[in-house]
């Protein structure tokens, strides 16, 4: 890694990237942007990893950019940076191959709810909240942070959600779609260990083929992802991983997939 900013560990298949800021709530500057951007790529280009959980280090998931660090003088700089760094991050989180779970305590805010969004899987503190503070300050979402929570709750919630600019228990979060599951505070990282390592036992290949399909699902027709379907199915039918969970499911026995 080429800072401190982030920390990277694999273990039982699992990658975990720490957000590691805690004296500034885990505030994206510009090292932790490029740690994060690295993270993601050890992840892709690691074939042992299977899965992946995004966290902050203690006391939270991530306050949003940090305010004071940045060194953005004009609006051109922030049409430029913005796409480059923080949409990128987004765009690999969606385009790896295996899931991501954002693990949630605390509070996650600002361009952080972007990284969080983009996860396939949410879990949260019993006490953590999610909040859009652009508004508070005189500014409108960025880093896809818009995009993402209209496509989590639809447009009309989301404008209430982001212009209201308050807090939303993870209660509520549930109960709208923005996360899968709620944790007590002191078992939410084994929880969230727990199931990445449930996930990294499932086929590879169907894992990331079902990721493509939910993805292209999301901007194409029914009958434009049918066939987007077929296709990606027949690369599942003619994989080892498939032979494997037939003879498994026949033998009565959990299979063994290799990711071939």
């Known amino acids: 890694m080429p800072n401190e900013s982030v920390l990277y560990h694999t273990e039982n298949n699992v990658a975990y990237i720490t957000l590691n800021r805690p004296d500034r709530y885990n505030s994206v500057n510009h090292d932790l942007t490029l740690g994060l951007l690295q993270g993601l790529d050890n992840a892709k280009f690691d074939s042992s990893v299977r899965a992946v959980v995004l966290r902050g280090a203690d006391p939270g998931f991530s306050a949003g950019a940090d305010l004071k660090s940045m060194n953005i003088q004009s609006a051109a700089e922030v049409v430029e940076y913005i796409p480059m760094y923080y949409g990128s991050i987004v765009k690999k989180i969606m385009h790896l191959d295996v899931p991501v779970i954002a693990a949630i305590h605390g509070a996650v ?16 503190a019993e006490d953590a909240v999610l909040r859009y503070p652009f508004i508070n300050i005189g500014l409108g979402p960025d880093g896809g942070a818009g995009w993402l929570i209209v496509r989590a709750v639809g447009y009309s919630k989301a404008y209430e959600i982001v212009t209201s600019g308050d807090k939303i228990s993870a209660q509520e979060c549930h109960r709208l779609g923005l996360c899968n599951r709620i944790a007590p505070p002191a078992s939410i990282m084994e929880e969230a260990q727990k199931w990445a390592e449930q996930l990294a036992q499932k086929a590879p290949i169907a894992m990331a083929i079902t990721k493509r399909d939910l993805h292209h699902a999301v901007s194409h027709s029914l009958y434009e992802n049918t066939i987007y379907e077929a296709e990606n199915q027949a690369k599942c039918l003619v994989s080892k991983d498939f032979s494997e969970g037939v003879m498994a499911f026949i033998q009565k026995r959990k299979p063994k997939f290799e990711g071939k």
């Open 109 to 124: 805010s600002g361009v952080s709810l972007a990284f969080a969004l983009a996860c396939d899987l949410r879990i949260m």
